[in-house]
C-alpha cells in the first residue's frame, strides 16, 4: 500500500507569492491533517479535513487555507507569502476509526526569499 | 501546549536499550499515549501507543504506570538507525476525535556506537 504522498517536496518562492501544496493520502483514509514545522516553533497544527469539511483549525492567520476533494486528496494554500512561512509542512492521513493512528508524508520544504 | 514533559536528549549505546520517559501527569481517562518519532528532515513515523496496559509491537515496548502519570519507551535494541527526536503524545481517541496531534518538543535519542 502507498504512503502519504505530498508533492512537490521542494519549493522556492518569493515575498507576496502564493503557494499550493498537495497531499494524496493513504488508500481509504478519509483524514488528511496539516502541520507546518520551523526550528523555532517546532511541529504546529494547521488544520484537519474529513469528508471535505475542515473539522479543527490551529491558530493560523487566514492566508493559510485548505481544502479536501472527494477522493480525499487535499491542498493547502498560502497567500502572501512571508519570510517566516518557509518551513518543512507536512501532511498526515488517518481512517475514521477508533484507533486514528495518523501517517505522515515526507512534507513539502518551502523557502520564502 | 503539550500536555507532556520529556527530556531534551539523551545518548544510548547501540545494541543497548533506550528507555525514553515521559511525564503527561494530567492526562484524562479517555486519552491514550502515542509515541512518535522523527528522522531528520523526514515526516514523524507512528510508533507505538496504549491507554493504560503495557503495549509491545515489532519496533517498541510502551510501559505506563498504574496511575498513568507517565510512561516509558523502549527500544530493546537501540541501533544507530534509531537516532531521532521522539514525541510522546495524549489524546483522545475515538470515532469522531479530531486529528489534531500536538507536539511537544520531544527526545532528541542518539543512539552511538
Known amino acids: 500500500k502507498a504512503g502519504v504522498t505530498q508533492t512537490p517536496r521542494y519549493l522556492i518562492k518569493t515575498r507576496g507569492q502564493q503557494v499550493t501544496l498537495s497531499c494524496s493520502p493513504i488508500?481509504?483514509?478519509?483524514?488528511v491533517s496539516w502541520y507546518q514545522q520551523t526550528p523555532g516553533q517546532g511541529l504546529q497544527f494547521l488544520f484537519e479535513?474529513?469528508?471535505?469539511?475542515?473539522?479543527n483549525k490551529g491558530n493560523f492567520p487566514g492566508r493559510f487555507s485548505g481544502r479536501q476533494f472527494s477522493n480525499s486528496r487535499s491542498e493547502m494554500n498560502v497567500s502572501t507569502l512571508e519570510l517566516g512561512d518557509s518551513a518543512l509542512y507536512l501532511c498526515?492521513?488517518?481512517?475514521?476509526?477508533?484507533?486514528?493512528?495518523?501517517?505522515f508524508g515526507a512534507g513539502t520544504r518551502l523557502s520564502v526569499l | 501546549d503539550a500536555k507532556t514533559t520529556q527530556p531534551p536528549s539523551m545518548d544510548c549505546a547501540e545494541g543497548r536499550a533506550a528507555n525514553l520517559p515521559c511525564n503527561h501527569s494530567?492526562?484524562?481517562?479517555?486519552?491514550?499515549v502515542y509515541w512518535y518519532r522523527q528522522i531528520h528532515s523526514q515526516g514523524p513515523q507512528y510508533i507505538i501507543h496504549g491507554l493504560k496496559n503495557n503495549e509491545t509491537n515489532e519496533m517498541a515496548s510502551l510501559i505506563i504506570t498504574e496511575d498513568r502519570k507517565s510512561s516509558t519507551l523502549i527500544l530493546p535494541h537501540a541501533t544507530l538507525r534509531d537516532t531521532a527526536v521522539y514525541y510522546c503524545i495524549v489524546r483522545a481517541d475515538g470515532s469522531g476525535n479530531t486529528g489534531k496531534l500536538i507536539f511537544g518538543q520531544g527526545t532528541t535519542l542518539q543512539v552511538k556506537p
Open positions: 498526515a492521513s488517518s481512517l475514521e476509526a477508533v484507533k486514528n493512528i495518523q501517517y
Open positions: 494530567t492526562i484524562s481517562g479517555n486519552e491514550y
Open positions: 488508500s481509504g483514509h478519509r483524514s
Open positions: 479535513y474529513f469528508s471535505e469539511t475542515q473539522r
